[in-house]
């Protein structure tokens, strides 16, 4: 069995400029559930750690099939990655959760308190790109952004990552 993939710094830096991650997961008669989560991190280049604040069904899918898939994108560079593999779900009172948590816990702040941390460990890492890197792969990341910012109407204030 080869090595499970490792979370790429390219991996790690669009989980970081992603606004967003949405997970997939299946229930016990086949059923997919997919569902946006903002509180989402790298665990170095081993695992996504995601939180659960408010996501019963996900944690509910995930205790009877750890199946899971999340995807990510930046959305101004219109590119992004889709991680597939197993997930744990670790609870408040288990040991380890603050330690694991940590990073999840200080982005949700205490108005949203984390009640499981859901660990991805990848099986499947894959590119998502915007067609646009298709059928114009000869525009710079400036370009391609530039077009995003006019596309959705906004504008940039500064600040890389
Ligand atoms: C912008 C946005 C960000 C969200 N971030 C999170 C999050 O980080 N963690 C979480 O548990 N729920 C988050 N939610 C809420 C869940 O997506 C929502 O409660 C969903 O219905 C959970 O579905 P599930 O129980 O099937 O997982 C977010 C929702 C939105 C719209």
């Known amino acids: 069995m080869s090595a499970p993939p ?4 390219a991996v790690r830096q669009d989980i970081r400029r992603s606004v967003l991650c949405w997970l997939a997961t299946v229930d016990a008669a086949g059923q ?7 509180v989402f991190c790298a665990q170095g280049e081993e695992a996504i750690l995601i939180a659960d604040i408010a996501s019963p069904g996900s944690v509910s899918n995930i205790r009877g099939n750890p199946q899971v898939c999340v995807s990510f994108i930046d959305v101004f560079r219109q590119k992004g990655w889709k991680v597939a593999g197993a997930a744990t779900i670790i609870g408040r009172d288990e040991a380890g959760f603050e ?7 200080a982005m949700a702040g205490p108005s949203f308190p984390v009640r499981h941390v859901i660990r991805l ?3 499947r890492i894959s590119r998502i790109l915007a067609p646009s890197y298709a ?3 000869d525009r710079t990341e400036e370009e391609r952004m530039a077009e995003i910012y006019r596309l959705y109407g906004v504008r940039p204030i500064g600040g890389e990552d």
Do not use: D, H, M, Y
């Open 6 to 9: 490792r979370l790429t710094e």
């Open 32 to 38: 997919p559930n997919v569902s946006p989560k903002e």
């Open 99 to 105: 330690a694991i948590g940590r990073e999840l816990i």
């Open 121 to 123: 460990t990848p099986q």
């Open 135 to 137: 059928i114009f792969p």
